[in-house]
């Protein structure tokens, strides 16, 4: 069963940065992709960042390119999200998701997802 929790969310000012953590187990991750997606009230859920945890390879929407990155510690089977420059409208509930297979954007192709960590931005 693989479980995904995620932690690190909470307020931050217009600006400033958070670091958030997933920690992945129930697998062997290396043939999974990991997904960073966060879903506003009234919106969909949106993809964020991705990475392979083989090979690293890394995908990010135009909206957070270069503001945030996402990476991996193998030893530790946690994948990071670094959100910098964070702005009002990142204010949102973040989610981890992983399933097998190539990087890819769209949440419905996502099978395991964890609960969920609040972000919210001030301005």
């Known amino acids: 069963q693989v479980q995904l929790v995620e932690s690190g969310g909470g307020l931050v000012q217009a600006g400033g940065s958070l670091r958030l953590s997933c920690a992945a187990s129930?697998?062997?991750?290396?043939?999974?992709?990991m997904g960073w997606f966060r879903q506003a009230p009234g919106k969909e859920r949106e993809f964020v960042a991705g990475?392979?945890?083989?090979?690293?390879?890394?995908a990010y929407p135009d909206s957070v390119k270069g503001r945030f990155t996402i990476s991996k510690d193998n030893a530790k089977n946690t994948v990071y999200l670094q959100m910098n420059s964070l702005k009002p409208e990142d204010t949102a509930v973040y989610y981890c998701?992983?399933?097998?297979?190539?990087?890819?954007?769209?949440?419905?192709?996502?099978?395991?997802w964890g609960q969920g960590t609040q972000v919210t931005v001030s301005s």
């Open positions: 129930g697998r062997t991750f290396s043939s999974y992709t």
């Open positions: 998701a992983a399933d097998l297979g190539p990087l890819r954007s769209r949440a419905g192709e996502y099978k395991y």
């Open positions: 990475i392979t945890w083989g090979g690293g390879r890394t």
